[in-house]
T-cell receptor, first 110, second 115 residues
Framework: SQQGEEDPQALSIQEGENATMNCSYK?????LQWYRQNSGRGLVHLIL?????REKHSGRLRVTLDTSKKSSSLLITASRAADTASYFC??????????FGAGTRLFVKA | DTEVTQTPKHLVMGMTNKKSLKCEQH?????MYWYKQKAKKPPELMFV???????INESVPSRFSPECPNSSLLNLHLHALQPEDSALYLC??????????????FGSGTQLSVL
């Protein structure tokens, strides 16, 4: 598999707390993306970080990328009940394929 | 319009039926994708079209037959499916397959049940 693991597989936190999800991959990448999926729905693009970038912010989202360790993390600050969803990292390979990781299921309790 | 529209939302079919899934986008995107997603699993790439031509087929069984009649439409024709093909089928589009087209826009999917 070109894609590694995401951890944790599931995360349950209280509203207002921060949530951190990690993603590892195995191949060289052009970029890494994070997507969100509400139950049984389509995926929504959250943020993209290129291989020459180390950190990126978008609103309450912070993404880091460590290409030497082939890993990325997504931090959601001040979480809300509406953040409850599955979060997937995805890598774009040189063959133009976007491959998704196993995902982290986040549950934010109000 | 930043929507990808998929129809139907739900489909139940027998193993001898022939059905089609439809996907439409009006963002001027020139790359379109089919993904299959089983419950609590990540989406798995099936097909990629670029400028209406099939670019990637991830060794998908021939009972799944994609078609891209024009730049806005993508179909997935289904025939003689198996119960294990039951899944959420997601369509996505992107600007193209180049640097500007990494971001995928997804439809809400078709939940398929094969009896």
């Amino acid at each position: 598999s070109q894609q590694g693991e995401e951890d944790p597989q599931a995360l349950s936190i209280q509203e207002g707390e921060n949530a951190t999800m990690n993603c590892s991959y195995k191949t060289s990448i052009n970029n890494l993306q994070w997507y969100r999926q509400n139950s049984g729905r389509g995926l929504v693009h959250l943020i993209l970080i290129r291989s020459n970038e180390r950190e990126k912010h978008s609103g309450r989202l912070r993404v880091t990328l460590d290409t030497s360790k082939k890993s990325s993390s997504l931090l959601i600050t001040a979480s809300r009940a509406a953040d409850t969803a599955s979060y997937f990292c995805a890598i774009r390979t040189g063959g133009f394929k976007t491959i998704f990781g196993a995902g982290t299921r986040l549950f934010v309790k109000a | 319009d930043t929507e990808v529209t998929q129809t139907p939302k739900h489909l139940v079919m027998g193993m001898t039926n022939k059905k089609s899934l439809k996907c439409e986008q009006h963002m001027g995107h020139r790359a379109m994708y089919w993904y299959k997603q089983k419950a609590k699993k990540p989406p798995e790439l099936m097909f990629v079209y670029s400028y209406e031509k099939l670019s990637i087929n991830e060794s998908v069984p021939s009972r799944f037959s994609p078609e891209c009649p024009n730049s806005s439409l993508l179909n997935l024709h289904l025939h003689a499916l198996q119960p294990e093909d039951s899944a959420l089928y997601l369509c996505a589009s992107s600007q193209d397959l180049g640097t500007g087209g990494e971001k995928l826009f997804f439809g809400s999917g078709t939940q398929l049940s094969v009896l």
